[in-house]
Nanobody
Framework: QVQLVESGGGLVQPGGSLRLSCAAS????????MGWYRQAPGKQRELVAH???????NYADSVKGRFTISRDNAKNTVNLQMNSLKPEDTAVYYC????????WGQGTQVTVSS
């Protein structure tokens, strides 16, 4: 059973930073495009960043210039560095395979508030 385990969330003040990490158990991790998603209360889940097997990245306009996605294929992890956080970034953050998603993990809560 493929598992996704997200970590690194927390409470941070506006302008602060957090680094999220996701551990994935699917074999051949390095071959897959991985994404970070978020779901705010009352809203649909949205893709905020993804990274291809070759390392190309893409970001939602709302986080461009503030978030950086990276991957470590040796450790089967994908990370999200979040800087200059805003209250509107408050959400539960999830990772998943973009083209062949599996069951969602529990996610990690990010709360941006003063």
């Amino acid at each position: 059973q493929v598992q996704l385990v997200e970590s690194g969330g927390g409470l941070v003040q506006p302008g602060g930073s957090l680094r999220l990490s996701c551990a994935a158990s699917r074999s051949g991790f390095r071959l897959y495009t991985m994404g970070w998603y978020r779901q705010a209360p009352g809203k649909q889940r949205e893709l905020v960043a993804h990274i291809t097997s070759g390392g190309s990245t893409n970001y939602a306009d709302s986080v461009k210039g503030r978030f950086t996605i990276s991957r470590d294929n040796a450790k089967n992890t994908v990370n999200l560095q979040m800087n200059s956080l805003k209250p509107e970034d408050t959400a539960v953050y999830y990772c998943n395979y973009v083209q062949r998603p599996v069951e969602w993990g529990q996610g990690t809560q990010v709360t941006v508030s003063s």
